[in-house]
Nanobody
Framework: QVQLVESGGGSAQAGGSLRLSCVVS???????MAWFRQSPGKEREGVAA????????WYADSVKGRFTISRDNAKSILYLQMNSLKPEDTAMYYC?????????????????WGRGTQVTVSS
């Protein structure tokens, strides 16, 4: 059974940092993996994605220069380092895997999802 389990969410002040982790079960770790976020009343937004075979990355414009996606292939863990946090980064953050790679930041391309971890940034 494929499982993706996120952790590391919580509360932070604007300008602060958080690091999210996503532990992936053996058969869930795929070539393309990503982080998405969703706020109430908004569509799920692609934040960052990575090609785990060559470390190519993609980022939403809103997080470029502040967030970094990385992975540990040996441990099947995906990370999202979030720096210079802003109140607008407040959302539920989800880990996703197994896209075909054509549109790495598009939610509908991903087959497997975690349950999410909440990030709240106060001003």
């Amino acid at each position: 059974q494929v499982q993706l389990v996120e952790s590391g969410g919580g509360s932070a002040q604007a300008g602060g940092s958080l690091r999210l982790s996503c532990v992936v079960s053996r058969y869930g770790y795929a070539r393309y993996m990503a982080w998405f976020r969703q706020s109430p009343g908004k569509e799920r937004e692609g934040v960052a994605a990575v090609d785990t075979t060559n470390s190519t990355t993609w980022y939403a414009d809103s997080v470029k220069g502040r967030f970094t996606i990385s992975r540990d292939n040996a441990k099947s863990i995906l990370y999202l380092q979030m720096n210079s946090l802003k109140p607008e980064d407040t959302a539920m953050y989800y880990c996703a895997s197994n896209s075909d790679g054509r549109y790495p930041l598009l939610a509908r391309g991903y087959a497997f999802w975690g349950r999410g971890t909440q990030v709240t940034v106060s001003s």
